[in-house]
């Protein structure tokens, strides 16, 4: 199916069509791995199946209607065994407000309530931190190092990773999973 090829088409078309000087990862596993060696210190934000069966990273802003299906279904997610990881990508257009957005939510009291409230479009009352803002800078870094354009963009870490972009539904997820 044609999600299961959006990796090529994610990651390799614009590195490719890019005359560069970058050191962006080349292969499918060399994105899982920055993913991989620099997910704990940018300190997502997990939601945790009980029976896990595959772990996802899932890059979201808070000006994202999709994005905000997504957490709005959490728990059908999770009952299926997906473990959802969520980080920030800041599109350009609208960078700066998200990563101030954001990085109020995750300076939150509780940051996974938070998450889920901004995307209703109730941000937190508290301030950002110059640390708060920093991670979510780093968090909007890695998202930029993979090439992610669009939101929610959702990252099955396998050996080979399976990118689904959109508001997948978590059955048709573990359907393309199994194939």
Request: charged letters at 20%; aromatic letters at 8%; glycine letters at 2%.
């Amino acid at each position: 199916m044609i999600q299961r090829y959006i990796i090529t088409t994610l990651l390799f078309l614009v590195v490719a069509l890019t005359v560069s000087t970058r050191t962006y990862a080349t292969t499918p596993e060399e994105y899982e791995q920055d993913i991989e060696q620099h997910l704990a210190g940018l300190k997502p934000i997990t939601f945790r199946a009980e029976n896990e069966k595959d772990y996802i990273v899932i890059f979201v802003e808070n000006q994202c209607y999709y994005c905000a299906d997504v957490l709005k279904n959490v728990k059908a997610y999770t009952d299926v065994g997906l473990t959802m990881s969520f980080l920030t990508a800041a599109p350009k257009s609208i960078r700066d407000s998200v990563i101030e957005d954001m990085s109020r939510v995750w300076c939150a009291a509780d940051p996974a309530k938070s998450l889920q409230n901004s995307m209703k479009g109730f941000l937190p009352d508290n301030d950002s931190t110059p640390a708060c803002t920093q991670l979510i800078e780093q968090q909007a870094a890695l998202a930029d190092r993979l090439e992610i354009q669009a939101t929610p963009a959702m990252i099955v870490l396998r050996p080979t990773p399976v990118v689904f972009m959109g508001n997948v539904r978590p059955e048709i997820i573990l359907k393309e999973l199994s194939k």
